[in-house]
T-cell receptor, first 120, second 114 residues
Framework: GAVVSQHPSWVICKSGTSVKIECRSL??????MFWYRQFPKQSLMLMAT?????????EQGVEKDKFLINHASLTLSTLTVTSAHPEDSSFYIC????????????????FGPGTRLTVT | SQQGEEDPQALSIQEGENATMNCSYK?????LQWYRQNSGRGLVHLIL?????REKHSGRLRVTLDTSKKSSSLLITASRAADTASYFC??????????????FGQGTELSVKP
């Protein structure tokens, strides 16, 4: 089955530093990857859509310069939280769309296990 | 952006009882999916229902979709303590400039007491 991994699974960093989170599709090629953020007891909020080889499309209200997304290959996308602050502490989940697997007219989408970021 | 609302926000039942969760959405959709999330963990895909389907079953799960009312329901029959989790509906939109994104509802926190 399609597997999406994230690394690290959890990270603690100091305020002002930058943190990079990796999202990999392990056994399929993903032309599109999505990044979500989830605060405790809340739903997943889509942050951005990233397409391989092009700039990411950010949702309204998400700071492009703070959340840098790079989708350098068909199996890897990275999210860098720059100059992290305590309010950036959250659960970050990536999702990858399998370009070769469609269902009901749309591409199948698989979720990673998430990365818990704590900024102290 | 959020697509839908779910109710109830929290549901507490006894083991063996049925649990029903509802989801409403705003835009035209390609399909609607239900996910489960245990506390602090990743998402588990439960079931997908297409926009031209009205009902779908998978084991103890039954999903209905009413596109005229833009709503869906998830029924879990004969619930177990292991069903305790948060449940989210997610819609794949048809709106062109949203590129078929998967947008999540607010979620229902289900607690099944032994």
């Amino acid at each position: 089955g399609a597997v999406v991994s994230q690394h690290p699974s959890w990270v603690i960093c100091k305020s002002g530093t930058s943190v990079k989170i990796e999202c990999r599709s392990l056994d399929f090629q993903a032309t599109t990857m999505f990044w979500y953020r989830q605060f405790p007891k809340q739903s997943l909020m889509l942050m951005a859509t990233s397409n391989e080889g092009s700039k990411a499309t950010y949702e309204q209200g998400v700071e492009k310069d703070k959340f840098l997304i790079n989708h350098a290959s068909l199996t890897l996308s990275t999210l860098t939280v720059t100059s992290a602050h305590p309010e950036d502490s959250s659960f970050y989940i990536c999702s990858a769309r399998n370009k070769d697997h469609t269902t009901s007219g749309g591409y199948e989408q698989y979720f990673g296990p998430g990365t818990r970021l704590t900024v102290t | 952006s959020q697509q839908g609302e779910e109710d109830p926000q929290a549901l507490s039942i006894q083991e063996g009882e049925n649990a029903t969760m509802n989801c409403s959405y705003k835009t035209s959709i390609n399909n609607l999916q239900w996910y489960r999330q245990n506390s602090g963990r990743g998402l588990v895909h439960l079931i997908l229902i297409r926009s031209n389907e009205r009902e779908k079953h998978s084991g103890r799960l039954r999903v209905t979709l009413d596109t005229s009312k833009k709503s869906s329901s998830l029924l879990i029959t004969a619930s177990r303590a292991a069903d305790t989790a948060s449940y989210f509906c997610a819609t794949r939109t048809l709106i062109y400039n949203q590129g078929g994104k998967l947008i999540f509802g607010q979620g229902t926190e289900l607690s099944v007491k032994p």
